[in-house]
């Protein structure tokens, strides 16, 4: 058996279409969406990812300002751009680019964002809407997977799900979405204190893989036919390492490539939701 390839890109070339025409016509009535990115150090990861959204955004004719600190800025430092952002009237979205260095306070610096122009969904504000179920920016990554699953028409509904990883950009916030009434799966939020992994994994009629840990789910812990979806973007020697290991191909259903699979959707939601934002302001 050969997995049903889940394309990204190729979805993800869609979204953008779609985008490129609403940004189009949110010029005609004068606005101009413009998304900023806070970068902070030189993570190689990182600076591939935000100069991607940047050329994202090019393509689809938003504007972007980009902020790039040292490693060495202060949570000061990071405050004031943030401050900047938040007041000026050409960025209408912006994220900071995670992970941050260890000396600053994520959450502290995610908290001093406008709300409004949290384009992440990861604005405390933005997750507590999430959890309460009210119209909140989603969370970029989570919100590609589901549409993802959903454009190959995986069923969600009645789904039960392994998601490998509790983090906030990921894990925790997908859990979330999939628990939604209008998805209504049944999540197995796995992390490093699960005990069996595999036993969960083998359940799942769909299992996301956000560790980190490179070829972590293998082929004797996937149920024959599930779809896996693979958020790993560990880095060896020069190369993306997904978490799924290679031969979970023959056993899968449905497969993110990786580069390629979840990567691609994770910025068109972002391009998605800076244009939503300019959208519902105007409304
Ligand atoms: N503020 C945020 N920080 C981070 C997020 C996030 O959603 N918001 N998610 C990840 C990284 N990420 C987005 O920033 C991200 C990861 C991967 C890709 C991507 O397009 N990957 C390509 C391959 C690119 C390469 O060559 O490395 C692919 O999968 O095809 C985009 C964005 C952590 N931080």
């Not at 990861?122 to 920016?137: E, I, K, Q, S, Y």
């Not at 893989?209 to 020697?237: E, F, Q, Y």
């Not at 390629?260 to 998605?272: D, E, F, I």
């Amino acid at each position: 058996m050969s997995a049903v390839k889940l394309d990204g890109k190729a979805t993800a070339a869609r979204i953008k279409d779609d985008l490129t025409k609403r940004v189009a016509a949110l010029k005609e009535r004068g606005v101009t969406p413009g998304l900023g990115t806070v970068l902070v150090g030189d993570d190689p990861g990182s600076q591939i990812y935000v100069a991607g959204k940047h050329r994202d955004c090019a393509e689809v004719g938003i504007a972007s300002i980009r902020v790039d600190l040292p490693e060495t800025a202060t949570q000061a430092d990071v405050e004031a751009a943030i401050d900047e952002l938040n007041a000026s009237p050409a960025c209408t979205g912006y994220i900071v680019q995670l992970p941050l260095p260890k000396h600053l306070d994520t959450m502290a610096l995610l908290e001093r964002m406008d709300p409004a122009k949290d384009a992440d969904g990861l604005h405390p504000v933005n997750l507590g809407r999430l959890v309460h179920m009210v119209d909140a920016p989603l969370p970029c990554t989570p919100h590609g997977i589901v549409l993802l699953l959903q454009e190959y028409g995986v069923p969600i509904k009645g789904a039960e799900v392994a998601v490998v990883g509790r983090g906030i950009t990921v894990g925790r916030s997908l859990g979330l979405l999939l628990t939604r009434r209008s998805e209504n799966a049944t999540v197995t939020l796995c992390h490093t204190g699960t005990q069996d992994l595999s036993g969960h994994v083998r359940r799942a009629d769909i299992v996301v893989a956000a560790a980190g840990v490179p070829d972590l789910i293998t082929r004797d812990m996937v149920k024959p036919g599930a779809a896996v979806l693979d958020v790993g973007v560990s880095r060896v020697n020069g190369k993306i390492a997904g978490d799924v290991a290679a031969d979970v191909e023959d056993v899968a259903g449905f497969l993110t490539p990786n580069p390629g699979g979840v990567g691609p959707m994770t910025r068109a939601l972002l391009l998605s939701n800076v244009v939503e934002a300019a959208e519902k302001a105007l409304a």
